[in-house]
């Protein structure tokens, strides 16, 4: 027997935080023990790393935001200026658009060419709905005189809302790839690694946008 | 010996008994899940997805939150929103094949919050110990 795997075997069980071994699972995994792991895990962690990156850029703007909300310069506020009719449509889109999307990973799942493109353009439709009404808005503060330029609060809010509409319109692009390459290429394996980087990617756009319509709109909205 | 052996074949035979899980993939079992019980995974998530957001823009309306408990009430509905995502759409789970995923999650948010709060709190105290524009303009006017 292999020195590791009787350490590990010894039940002190470091990093299974309290689970105890699984019936159904060898208590090497999560150790690096059980050689070196599989393309699709490497591909799926390394990407898990980058989204949460990402969330870290995104708290910084966040941080601006809720620092500069009332660096007014005497220009109109939240409450002036958002309009929560338009937020709420934006947050259905983008919502179904994150469950359509778990509907297309059942598809891809079970290598069904069809279903995987009937979600995976609903998916995009109400993608692209979201960055329509979200350019929609953001023209209607600009033509209101509400533009980057006018005061500091102005600035961080398009820095944030627009740095999301950036991601959301790449991850657009994204899907619209991935549409043309599943019928071209096949369920192959790149392929999958591929889609499931870009499922992590529009499951965590919905989670980023929970954290804008919260601190944005509704809690900049209330306070004064 | 030979189970060790035995347990390393099981590997080879395709199964992801054993490995890691990716995020955003449901759980590695001997059996793979059926179409139904996935579907009704994501239902629930979309369900209390649908209802957080909806108690998050009726919790706006004064007369069903004690004012001041608003912002607060905000804040715990998004971050339960958060974890419904997390858990429902993204499969995050706290079980010994992704333990990897959680932590590199806990770190994130270790991060994040050092950020935004930090953040939040410096500039609160700075702006407390400034002195009013108003005020510095009539100091350098005298």
Redesign the interface.
């Given at each position: 027997m292999s020195a590791p795997s009787t350490a590990l075997r010894t039940g002190r069980d470091p990093y299974h935080m309290g689970h105890g071994p699984a019936a159904d699972v060898p208590e090497y995994t999560g150790h690096g023990a059980g050689g070196p792991s599989p393309k699709r895990i490497v591909v799926g962690y390394g990407f898990w790393i980058f989204i949460l990156s990402d969330v870290i850029l995104f708290s910084c703007f966040f941080a601006t935001y809720t620092v500069l909300i009332d660096a007014r310069a005497g220009g109109p506020g939240p409450q002036q200026l958002f309009d929560l009719h338009n937020t709420a449509i934006e947050t259905a889109c983008l919502l179904l658009s994150s469950f359509t999307c778990g509907m297309t990973s059942l598809a891809v799942a079970r290598h069904n060419l069809l279903w995987t493109e009937i979600t995976l353009a609903v998916t995009g439709l109400l993608g692209l709905t979201f960055i329509g009404l979200e350019v929609h808005e953001f023209l209607g503060l600009m033509a209101q005189g509400a533009g980057p330029t006018r005061s500091a609060f102005l600035t961080s809010f398009f820095a944030l809302v627009g740095c999301h509409g950036v991601h959301v319109t790449c991850g657009l692009l994204w899907l619209g790839t991935m549409m043309a390459q599943f019928p071209a290429k096949g369920f192959k394996e790149s392929i999958l690694h591929r889609y499931l980087c870009f499922s992590l990617f529009w499951h965590a756009l919905d989670i980023i946008w929970i954290g804008i319509f919260t601190v944005v709109y509704l809690i900049g909205t209330i306070t004064p | 010996?030979s189970s060790?052996r035995e347990?390393?074949e099981d590997?080879d035979l395709g199964s992801h008994?054993?490995?890691?899980q990716?995020?955003?993939?449901g759980p590695a079992?001997?059996r793979?899940p059926t179409?139904r019980s996935?579907?009704r995974g994501?239902l629930i998530?979309?369900a209390l997805?649908?209802l957080l957001?909806a108690a998050?823009?009726w919790?706006?309306d004064e007369h069903l939150i004690y004012g001041p408990g608003?912002?607060m009430a905000?804040?715990v509905?998004?971050l339960a929103?958060?974890g419904v995502?997390?858990v429902f759409?993204?499969h995050l789970t706290?079980?010994?094949?992704?333990?990897?995923?959680a932590l590199?999650?806990a770190?994130?948010v270790l991060?994040?919050s050092l950020?935004?709060l930090?953040?939040?709190w410096v500039?609160y105290h700075m702006n407390q110990n400034m002195v009013p524009t108003r005020a510095l303009l009539q100091m350098r006017g005298g």
């Open positions: - | 010996m060790d347990r390393f590997f008994v054993g490995e890691d990716v995020v955003g993939e079992g001997e793979p179409l996935e579907l994501y998530g979309l997805a649908v957001t998050s823009f919790a706006l608003i912002v905000l804040i509905f998004g929103q958060v995502h997390l759409f993204l706290t079980s010994p094949d992704n333990t990897n995923n590199a999650l770190f994130g991060i994040v950020i935004f930090g953040s939040i500039m």
